[in-house]
């Protein structure tokens, strides 16, 4: 079975700190994911990486970067986090981008900024 | 216009009902559609996905979709409390690399 593993499930920051969350997939794949779920908002794509240190713009990446070291590591940066930022953060992997291949998800990391 | 839209719900059904879950979409290139079911405090899973229009049916479940009209639904038949989730319809374009994300429709099925 595919394991995409979230390790931080609930966090709660302060305004102005960093944040890491980290992501880890144990199925080789190339293709990796953060997005943030919001109510009534649905899942928005933050950043991908098709490859090591290879990354791309989703539709939402203001205040947000990403780090790929290593192939089966994503990890998503708060620079310095804002109350906006509260919200529900979902990893994903795929072992190639197209219409017919699954993405997996991490179980999410709830996020709290206060 | 969002450029996919689910109704959020909550749906709630008794068990055993038929439900039918839908979305509709804005985009005509799109021609993969993905149901992904999402358990509360858990990551979505994909359910089922179609290509093109048609109907596709996996057990209880059947995916339908309309290019003309640009709708997609889901039919759970004989639905069961284990259903109670999210399901997030996600339509894909080739020509892109990225799935859209509908918001999600919220299932409650009552014992």
């Known amino acids: 079975d595919v394991k995409v593993t979230q390790s931080s499930r609930y966090l709660v920051k302060r305004t102005g700190e960093k944040v890491f969350l980290e992501c880890v997939q144990d199925?080789?794949?190339?293709?990796m994911f953060w997005y943030r779920q919001d109510p009534g908002l649905g899942l928005r794509l933050i950043y991908f990486?098709?490859?090591?240190?290879?990354?791309e713009k989703g539709d939402i990446p203001e205040g947000y970067s990403v780090s790929r070291e290593k192939k089966e590591r994503f990890s998503l940066i708060l620079e310095s986090a804002s109350t906006n930022q509260t919200s529900m953060y979902l990893c994903?992997?795929?072992?190639?981008?197209?219409?017919?291949?699954?993405?997996?998800f991490g179980e999410g990391s709830w996020l709290t900024v206060v | 216009q969002k450029e996919v839209e689910q109704d959020p719900g909550p749906l709630s059904v008794p068990e055993g009902a038929i439900v039918s879950l839908n979305c509709t979409y804005s985009?005509?290139?799109?021609?993969?559609f993905m149901w992904y079911r999402q358990y509360s405090r858990k990551g979505p899973e994909l359910l089922m996905y179609?290509?093109?229009?048609g109907n596709k049916e996996d057990g209880r479940f059947t995916a339908q979709v309309d290019k003309s009209s640009k709708y997609i639904s889901l039919f759970i038949r004989d639905s069961q409390p284990s259903d109670s989730a999210t399901y997030l319809c996600?339509?894909?374009?080739?020509?892109?690399?990225?799935?859209?994300f509908g918001g999600g429709t919220r299932l409650m099925v009552k014992p």
């Open positions: 994903a992997s795929t072992p190639a981008l197209g219409g017919r291949n699954t993405i997996y």
């Open positions: 199925m080789d794949h190339e293709n």
């Open positions: 990486s098709y490859d090591v240190k290879m990354k």
């Open positions: 985009n005509s290139a799109f021609q993969y």
């Open positions: 179609t290509y093109s229009s």
């Open positions: 996600a339509p894909y374009n080739n020509a892109g690399n990225m799935l859209t």
